[in-house]
């Protein structure tokens, strides 16, 4: 895997997480227990800081970066699906951010809500507890997220990165 230190930022990463051999973390990047991060997905921490908690996956393909401005903070029980960006947000506990959405600057997604496939949240938008945001600029819907789907997604990433990190072998 590629693991980096960029000057004296260096990476946290719990013994208890799995990353995949294709996945790329760079700087000042802290990832929870049993969290996971999946082939293809960049965590730049070069200019700020990311947190990650625990149990959060980070699928195929994220892009998530950070400023020196505002940090990049995720929080427990997420699924961060495949080909997201996120950059200077604070994404709270039981979150999915659906696949290729993107959620930019001082954006605030509050627990239990959903950020829809292919959404855009610009900068300083905030999605309540139990809301989905959908589309592009992102139209926030109160009360539409169904938490237990969050719950379902993250604990089957949970499940697939204990999986993957005793099976898990290259065959080239």
């Given at each position: 895997m590629a693991i980096y230190a960029l000057g004296d930022q260096e990476p946290t990463i719990s013994s208890e997480a799995f990353i995949h051999p294709d996945a790329t973390i760079i700087g000042s990047v802290t990832i929870g227990a049993q969290s996971s991060v999946w082939p293809g997905a960049v965590l730049r921490g070069d200019g700020g800081e990311i947190t990650i908690g625990e149990r959060t996956s980070v699928q195929d393909n994220a892009v998530i970066h950070t400023t020196p401005f505002w940090p990049t903070v995720v929080g427990n029980d997420c699924v961060?699906?495949?080909?997201?960006?996120?950059?200077?947000?604070?994404?709270?506990?039981?979150?999915?951010?659906?696949?290729?959405?993107?959620?930019?600057?001082?954006?605030?997604?509050?627990?239990?809500?959903?950020?829809?496939?292919?959404?855009?949240?610009?900068?300083?938008?905030?999605?309540?507890?139990?809301?989905?945001?959908?589309?592009?600029?992102?139209?926030?819907?109160?009360?539409?997220?169904?938490?237990?789907?969050?719950?379902?997604?993250?604990?089957?990433?949970?499940?697939?990165?204990?999986?993957?990190?005793?099976?898990?072998?290259?065959?080239?």
């Open positions: 961060l699906g495949h080909l997201i960006h996120l950059e200077a947000c604070t994404i709270e506990d039981h979150v999915l951010i659906g696949n290729a959405s993107m959620v930019l600057h001082r954006c605030v997604v509050r627990t239990g809500s959903i950020v829809a496939a292919n959404a855009v949240l610009l900068n300083d938008t905030e999605v309540p507890t139990g809301a989905i945001a959908v589309g592009t600029p992102a139209v926030i819907k109160e009360g539409r997220a169904r938490r237990e789907d969050i719950d379902l997604g993250s604990q089957e990433y949970v499940r697939r990165a204990a999986q993957y990190k005793t099976e898990l072998r290259r065959l080239d």
